[in-house]
């Protein structure tokens, strides 16, 4: 099977699903005269779904309890040459050292697993003290949607490296600014930058490839991983858009407005989606466009769950002239073009 059609079993999502943690009053570590003591709620960590499911083509039953594909599918989705030097230099451009070091203030901060204030929580910082943490940080991203915290607001989000690695909103740190000073802005100028979206969707699709123990997460239509998303094709899509627990069907990618738009195969940039949404969850299916693999567009390297060997980085032709027409090309509308 491709994707998910039932409710995943009770239970399974709590870590996503966990209340915001409220901010206390009363700290004991001053602000700076631009920022103020008010009790807030911090920013709640949703579910991200990403894509999940085997290689596209019919299955047996029996083969989608091993998490397989079909023979007839392989034709379709070749085995990705994909090697490990890509993967180091994805997430070597987040391992860097640190660039600065600041206080903190208030208590339970989210920290969140992307950019996105709407994405999961992956830790707190001040759990049980205002300011008992320190933060680290090597890079800064202009989100363009303002988090506020009595009269002092910030778009940015600081990428941690300690004491959690992920991203904290700039006004939970204790400095005048509405930015970390002396930190690099990805993307540079200050501004909200789309690109920096498609990449921290690329990053969190290529987390799965090694999040079990150094081996790809595995293909289920059942089961959930560890961050809450279904561990198909279109759960997986989900985790990487950033979309709730354990993330929306192959359907509701390809027909909710409010999450795609239908493109052209001409205007494919990372992180859009090639979706098949035709039929049943036995041939349902959705990878996500990293690149081009040549100027003749006859190929292109994609990110997908598929059945008999989970997460997989490789090289495909669905929806290319050739290969298998069902699929079209849809863009996130959270990437604003």
Known sequence: MYEHSSTHPAGTTALAHRAAPTRQKNSPFRRSVLRTFLP??????????????????????????????????????????????????????????????????????????????????????????????????????????????????????????????????????????DRLPGVPVQGGGGQPQPGGSRQEMLHRAATWLTANNGAQVPYSQAKVWKDGYRQDCSGYASMALGLPTPGTNTVGLATNRHLTRPLSLGELKPGDLLIDAAGDNNTRHVVIFEKWDNDAHSSYTAYEQRGDHGTDHRTLTYGLPGGDAEFKPYRPVKFGD
């Open 40 to 177: 807030a709620v911090a920013a709640a960590g949703l579910g991200v779904a990403g894509f999940a499911g085997p290689a596209h083509g019919s299955e047996a039953g029996s083969a989608v309890a091993a998490g397989g594909h079909s023979a007839t599918a392989t034709k379709l989705s070749r085995d990705s040459s994909a090697t490990g030097s890509a993967r180091t230099a994805r997430t070597g451009s987040v391992k860097q050292a640190a660039a600065a070091d600041f206080p903190t203030w208030g208590t339970r901060w989210t920290v969140h697993a992307t950019a996105d204030a709407n994405s999961p929580a992956v830790g707190m910082i001040n759990k049980t003290a205002p300011g008992q943490d320190r933060i680290t940080a090597d890079y800064q991203v202009d989100t363009g949607h303002k988090v506020c915290e009595g009269s002092t607001c910030s778009t940015f989000m600081a990428h941690l490296t300690g004491p959690v690695s992920g991203f904290l909103s700039v006004v939970a740190v204790d400095i005048p600014q």
